[in-house]
């Protein structure tokens, strides 16, 4: 076999074991992206309220804190294959009483039953996807996750065109995607994995340990959990069409899938934390390009949503990688799960704070409200930096491995998100120095 048909041939053994529950994990969040940008798009064509607007997305980060938390023990309980199926049935019901019950306070809760069951699913599908991995492969299985991750998304953003978002057909065709998404895994000839350990985080030991992480994740959730509830109105507001509504937004996407790996490997080379604060200036720079250039139109408002993705979608793995650093292998599960909630809580008030904002003038304020988040993020970098010294060469993770080992899920659902890895039992190791 020669050199070439060796990874190839590698590859293929990994995949083959999980090939099913990709093959849902595509359908699953291709529906998901549909609803993701159809549900702000219709609650503005219904004249929902700025508030209103925004607490379908505290809705929504809510219910997935909440999945993020109870989600390993339904796992524990019912398993993977039962769990996920569960969880998608109930989440394809819901996309429809979206289109029956045109009420606010019905869509918020409809909304957090959502981001409860893609919780859970995300806790089943990752740690399928770890227990059926091994060191060797597990970066190529995750890679290949990541991949369809930001494709089929993209892809589900992009169906807003193909319909009248005040009609019935968007909402069912994300539920029948949400649905049909249960077949591959109800009939997948490979074993169902072993029910994993999962452990509790310490927000309190988190902070200690890595301020920049626990403020990081604070800030991208109540930047960017603000973005992905009110964005698809911003843009239409600005007088896009549908398919640029989806366009956009797919823009951002993109932007932060191109950005994410030379930032990492950039990060890995230098203090984490300058790439911290360059990636967040980039966003802040973007958000306000956005605010006074978007009514221009052409190609300008995609090509700064680029940017601005390129900026802000990256900046949850990098302060990842960074609390990493500072944590002891052992730790790391503990760690990110912690940081996955303060991200959730975050994200939760962002959609209400950014919605506040917006009430107080008439002028387009989302991208006003992640910079100012964002000049704050970057703010409290620099005086960390002054505060403690850059990791050790010895104690640095690396950038890719950080993130497999975080586990980090798909940045237009959640966010780039941390879902909790199976734990396994080991003695306690020496706390690294915290906050000096």
Not at 13 to 31: D, I, K, N, R
Not at 109 to 124: I, K
Not at 237 to 262: C, K, R
Not at 371 to 393: D, H, L, S, Y
Request: net charge positive; proline share 6%; glycine share 10%.
């Amino acid at each position: 076999m020669t050199t070439d048909t060796k990874p190839r041939a590698s590859l293929r053994a990994a995949l083959t074991p999980v090939s099913a529950l990709l093959f849902s994990v595509a359908l699953l969040l291709m529906g998901n992206g549909l609803q993701g940008t159809l549900i702000p798009v219709r609650g503005n064509i219904e004249h929902f309220g700025h508030f209103e607007l925004g607490l379908l997305g505290t809705g929504y980060f809510a219910g997935f804190t909440l999945g993020c938390i109870f989600g390993p023990m339904l796992l524990m309980k019912g398993g993977h294959i039962r769990t996920f199926m569960a969880m998608a049935s109930v989440a394809s019901v819901i996309v429809l009483l979206h289109a029956i019950y045109l009420e606010p306070l019905v869509w918020t809760l409809l909304r957090g039953a959502t981001g409860f069951c893609f919780a859970v699913l995300y806790v089943v599908i990752e740690s399928w996807l770890n227990e059926k991995s091994t060191n060797e492969n597990r970066g190529a299985v995750f890679s290949v996750y990541t991949v369809i991750n930001l494709t089929v998304i993209t892809m589900g953003q992009m169906m807003i065109s193909l319909d009248d978002p005040a009609l019935f057909g968007l909402f069912a065709l994300a539920s029948i995607l949400v649905s049909v998404a249960t077949l591959p895994v109800a009939f997948t000839s490979s074993a169902a994995p072993a029910i994993p350990g999962f452990v509790v985080p310490n927000l309190k030991e988190l902070y200690r340990l890595s301020p920049v992480g626990f403020a990081g994740c604070l800030a991208v959730g109540l930047a960017n959990g603000a973005f992905w509830t009110l964005a698809p109105v911003f843009a239409q507001n600005e007088g896009l069409d549908l398919a640029a509504v989806g366009l956009f937004m797919s823009a951002v996407v993109i932007g932060g899938a191109i950005s994410q790996w030379p930032l990492g490997r950039l990060s890995d080379r230098m203090d984490r934390r300058y790439v911290i604060i360059g990636s967040s200036a980039l966003a802040a720079v973007a958000g306000v390009a956005l605010t006074f250039l978007a009514a221009k139109g052409g190609v300008w408002i995609f090509a700064i949503g680029a940017c601005f993705g390129a900026g802000a979608l990256p900046i949850y793995s990098l302060v990842v990688a960074h609390a990493n650093d500072h944590t002891n292998p052992a730790d790391m599960v503990k760690i990110s799960s912690g940081l996955l909630l303060t991200f959730g809580a975050g994200a939760a008030l962002g959609p209400l704070a950014a919605s506040a904002v917006r009430g107080l003038t008439t002028m387009p304020t989302l991208f006003l409200y992640t910079t100012a988040v964002n000049i704050v993020f970057i703010a409290f970098v620099c005086w960390r930096i002054r505060r403690r010294k850059p990791a050790g060469e010895k104690d640095r993770v690396k950038f890719n491995e950080s993130i497999i080992n975080a586990q980090t899920v798909s940045p237009i659902a959640t966010e780039s998100a941390t879902q909790p890895a199976p734990a396994q039992p080991s003695a306690p190791a020496p706390t690294r120095k915290g906050d000096e």
